[in-house]
């Protein structure tokens, strides 16, 4: 996810803002419908056909926008196949409902009902994008753990294959099929060892099975 603005210092004023929020919506401001400038703080403009959330979604970025840009966006009907965009002025991330506009993170929050006592996040997977946005963040740590252990995108994976196969020419080379056949091996290698000493052979065929037995 971008990063959400956060202003820190003053916000900068509403037609910078509201631009930004239009040219992501619409893909560049080369791109965007002609904008009715009612009032310094208050813009309409007409899109044409509908807004949708995914395959062609310009109604999340205009949703996600607002809240990044503190613009309040408002959908009204227009013409035949045209809904009416309405941006307006908010002051910041705090204050009156009626002056202020929660930044993403603020309306994730909202919207899966966190309080300030027991805040929610959403964990996301870096490798696969699997989010787990309902878990309280003492439980997400844990499910993201089961969930690295199947991950098909994780890391893990390649070292586990990797592992798998250092694993398979090992056993070629001391000639067991399975953890089974260890054992018995252990025993013939020192048994030949002590008949035609070969202390370095041994030792590294030694070392080879029981390596084999802790990957295992
Ligand atoms: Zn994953």
Redesign the pocket.
């Known amino acids: 996810m971008e990063p959400t603005s956060t202003f820190p210092e003053a916000l900068p004023p509403f037609s910078e803002r509201a631009e930004a929020v239009i040219a992501e919506v619409f893909g560049g401001l080369h791109n965007a419908p002609k904008v009715r400038k009612v009032r310094d703080d208050y813009w309409k403009l007409n899109a044409y056909g509908g807004l949708a959330t995914f395959d062609d979604s310009r109604l999340t970025t205009l949703v996600f926008a607002a809240h990044r840009h503190c613009v309040r966006a408002e959908i009204d009907h227009s013409g035949p196949r045209r809904v009416k965009i309405i941006l307006s002025d908010r002051k910041g991330r705090t204050g009156s409902m009626f002056t202020r506009h929660p930044d993403l993170q603020e309306a994730l929050n909202i919207y899966y009902g966190a309080t300030p006592e027991q805040p929610k996040r959403t964990l996301t997977?870096v490798?696969?994008?699997?989010e787990y946005p309902d878990q309280t963040p003492a439980h997400g740590a844990q499910v993201l753990t089961e969930?690295?252990r199947t991950?098909?995108?994780?890391p893990l994976r390649a070292a586990e294959a990797k592992i798998e196969r250092l694993r398979k020419a090992l056993m070629r080379i001391t000639n067991v099929e399975s953890l089974d056949e260890i054992p018995a091996m252990e025993q013939m290698v020192k048994t030949l060892a002590s008949t035609q000493p070969d202390p370095d052979g041994a030792a590294a065929a030694l070392d080879a099975l029981a390596a084999l037995r802790e990957t295992a």
């Open positions: 997977c490798y696969c994008g699997q969930h690295i991950c098909i995108k994780h």
